[in-house]
């Protein structure tokens, strides 16, 4: 991209840097201590994995925190990825890994959901799962609110599924709302928006961020339909604080999470605790608390089957990062079989 706002290291010590973009064989970043510096592109090892301190080898994100070093013809290179503080992670069908980390590092994880058309409170308490189990504060915002009459009776709907989360209803056409998300934007601070395509995510960045930084669906001419933003980039905003946009997905893979999946479903969780049976299934068992506040119309039955669902999804998922781990440990004693044999069979014979 532009000149390196910082001078090139050359006395071996690494430079600290987060990461804007991660691209397959290099990363765009820009120094640690001044995010809202020009970006420097640094070259990844062949394998496009980078060691964290425990030695495991990942992928750099977006928002990672990253060491570079100068190579002898001066282009940087990543060398070491920093412990993710947060992450925000999604099941990946992909062949290297089971798990996709979306962004590192952050700090407030934005829902964002249009209003119109209408919100998608599965889809909400998908994404808040993903979120509570980044380790990251989940905020809800509402998008579109000038497209429907009763903006705020919507929200109080999003709301009964969104416990214990702050909620912005908001218009990057009028400008409702946007003082409180604003609000979030201290110094320093990380932010993630995830969200379905067209959803106003990238409207949203531009609009905080003060200028065109973006792409939106409303300023493509060529015609092509949803998914405008292809890829996730870290944003400096005015006052200091940095947003990742992301491409709108439409289902997302829930990892294993059931602290996730109670803090997102507090409410159904509460209510089971007070079943008579400790292993209750919510069907037909007598004293079953969930079931007698879906009759009493206290809990609403689409919140049962969406746990369910979530819960489902969660744990297949852990099966299946039980069942690779399983195949790596076996491919690992394969591995060191056959060496041991090759020296046996390098040193003569085996004595006894
Ligand atoms: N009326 C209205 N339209 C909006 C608002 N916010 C976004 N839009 C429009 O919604 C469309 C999609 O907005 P984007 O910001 O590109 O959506 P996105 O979530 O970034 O979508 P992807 O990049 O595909 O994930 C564009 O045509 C925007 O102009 C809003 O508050 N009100
Ligand atoms: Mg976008
Ligand atoms: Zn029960």
Known sequence: ???????????????????????????????????????????LPRDGLLPLPDGTRVPPTVGDVVDVEVDATGAWRATALHTRRTAVVRDSAGRTSLEQAVAANVDVVLVVEHLDPEPDLGRVERLLTLAWRSGARPVVVLT???????????????????????????????????????????????????????????????????REVMATHGLRADGRG??????????????????????GVRGVGLVAAPEALDATFADVTALAARCRFSDCAHVTEP?????????????????????????REAAYAARRADARLAAEERARWKRVTREYHQRLRGAGSPRA
Do not use: F, Y
Request: proline share 8%; net charge negative; hydrophobic share 45%.
């Open 1 to 43: 991209m532009t000149e390196p706002a910082v001078p090139p290291v050359d006395d071996g010590t690494p430079l600290r840097v987060r990461v804007v973009r991660a691209d397959r064989g290099a990363l765009l970043v820009v120094p640690d201590d001044d995010l809202g510096a020009a970006a420097h592109r640094a070259e």
């Open 144 to 210: 579109k609110a000038d497209l429907v009459p009763d903006a705020d009776g919507m929200a109080a709907e999003v709301a009964q599924v969104a416990i214990g989360v702050d909620m912005h209803v908001v218009s990057v056409v009028d400008g409702t709302g946007l003082g409180p998300v604003r609000a979030l934007l201290t110094p320093g601070v990380a932010l993630v928006a995830v969200g379905p395509s067209g959803a106003g995510k990238s409207s949203l960045v531009n609009e905080l961020a003060g």
């Open 287 to 311: 004293g079953c608390a969930v079931r007698a506040a879906i009759e009493s119309g206290d809990l609403p039955e689409r919140r049962l089957a969406s746990w369910r669902k979530l819960a």
């Open 226 to 247: 949803r998914h405008t933003t292809t890829h996730r980039q870290l944003v400096p905003l005015p006052g200091g604080a940095v947003l990742v946009d992301t491409p």
